[in-house]
């Protein structure tokens, strides 16, 4: 079985390093093409054209070692986006702004979903699912922002530094931290147990919240200051850095949340050092994005079906296409106007706020864990997470913010 493991990782890196290098030839993120390539892998591309072949090399029984790696890959990434996600460098001076765009390019994509909910809880939602919780899970799925990759894309076309690149870096960060607090709370409400469990819970989640940043967070900027001061952590006190991450994310798996909480939590607790966050990207960061987070995406892969692709799953595909474009172009648009922007840059910020990357595939993995949605959803929140990315780079040049050219090379190694 060890060795089996072994050439699934093998072929899962290659799978992905290859899709995601001809993803750069088109101007894409590499992710694009990784997150492409764990489809290719599941059951509707390979699964379908070589069953045998894909039966032998996925047997269910194997999938418990990929299961575990995935899990990791997920703890560490969204470890090292909670201890990166900081207001921009000029952010304070257009906190209102990123107010307005996080604010309106969430809410109306969550008031559009809430309004198609009705069609498609019925046929999509899994056997005992109220509507509510499927209706409230949806909102929240269509109205995230892929921080990282809205960085990448921003930083390869130049425009980190730029108006509309502050502006969206800093509007994806608060709405982030909402998101991530909005999914967690439904995650607890809907959880087994009745009011106990949900009382167990969110008491459990409001200690582990004092615990981290009354306790943890003075421990480990004393750790870091003391035995760090340089922003480049020995092995000993990386390990102290592992065991706080795993110990929160253990926590939240425990309270009936998911482990990603609890390592975005802990990774937000962290001092905001520049050289401490370089070194946890070359230290963790490129082990998960290089490594497991292609895990990851081939497992979300095998998560999909062909059973999605009906008449009606295509017709439920456009309808919430549909609702997620336009209610974060709508929205984070309306509110870069509000705010004194140009037509033109206005539409360009809620395109970068359309962008959704890994971060769906996430919130994915989280409700389809707690039992939200099933497989069909599944296979469909996935390829709007693949159509509404790759629409960002061709949106911005559409509205007059072109990339310049760059050795394909050089762009081909960046893992996010």
């Known amino acids: 079985m060890t060795g089996l493991l072994l050439l699934q990782i093998a072929v899962i890196l290659v799978t992905a390093r290859l899709c995601g290098l001809l ?17 290719l892998l599941g059951p509707i591309v390979f699964g379908a054209a070589l069953p045998e072949v894909h039966a032998a090399l996925f047997p269910p029984a194997s999938m418990q070692g990929l299961s575990g790696l995935s899990t990791l890959g997920i703890v560490l990434f969204m470890f090292v986006i909670g201890a990166e996600l900081r207001a921009p460098e000029g952010a304070r001076a257009q906190v ?25 809880h019925g046929p999509l939602a899994p056997a005992g699912v109220g509507f509510w919780p499927f209706a409230f899970y949806l909102a929240v799925a269509l109205s995230v922002t892929a921080f990282p990759v809205l960085a990448r894309i921003l930083k390869d076309r130049g425009l980190q530094q730029s108006p509309i690149g502050r502006l969206a870096l800093s509007a994806a960060a608060l709405l982030d931290v909402g998101a991530w607090i909005v999914l967690a709370l439904l995650v607890a ?3 087994d147990g009745g009011w106990s469990t949900l009382v167990r819970t969110l008491s ?51 309270l009936h949340l998911h482990a990603v909480f609890g390592a975005f939590l802990f990774g937000t607790c962290l001092p905001r050092d520049e050289r401490l966050m370089h070194s946890l990207v070359e230290r963790i960061e490129h082990l998960a994005l290089v490594l497991l987070m292609p895990v990851f995406f081939a497992l979300a892969g095998m998560g999909t079906t062909a059973d999605a692709f009906t008449a009606a799953g295509l017709g439920a595909f456009l309808l919430i296409l549909l609702v997620a474009v ?19 840059d206005s539409l360009a910020v809620g395109s970068l706020m359309n962008a959704r990357g890994m971060i769906e595939l996430i919130v994915m993995k989280v409700g389809l864990d707690a039992g939200l949605i099933g497989p069909e959803m599944f296979t469909l929140l996935l390829l709007l997470a693949l159509t509404t990315t790759l629409m960002t780079g061709p949106l911005l040049t559409l509205f007059g913010h072109r990339a310049p050219r760059a050795a394909p090379e050089r762009r081909a190694d960046t893992g996010d």
Not at 108 to 120: C, E, N, R, T
Not at 231 to 246: D, F, H, M, N, R
Not at 326 to 344: C, D
Request: with cysteine.
């Open 96 to 120: 209102l702004a990123a107010t307005r765009v996080a604010s309106l390019s969430a809410l109306l994509p969550f008031g559009l979903a809430l309004a198609v909910a009705p069609l498609l």
């Open 326 to 344: 336009a209610g974060k172009l709508l929205g984070g648009g309306l509110g870069a106007r509000l705010s004194g922007y140009g037509t033109r």
């Open 23 to 39: 993803l750069v030839r088109f101007g894409q993120p590499p992710v694009i093409g990784e997150m492409a390539a764990g489809v």
């Open 204 to 254: 459990g989640l409001a200690l582990l919240l004092v615990l981290v940043y009354a306790g943890l967070r003075p421990l480990y900027a004393w750790l870091l200051r003391r035995h760090a001061s340089d922003g480049k952590p020995s092995g000993t006190v990386l390990a102290a850095l592992l065991v706080g991450l795993l110990a929160c994310a253990a926590a939240t798996e425990w």
């Open 189 to 191: 409400l809907t959880g």
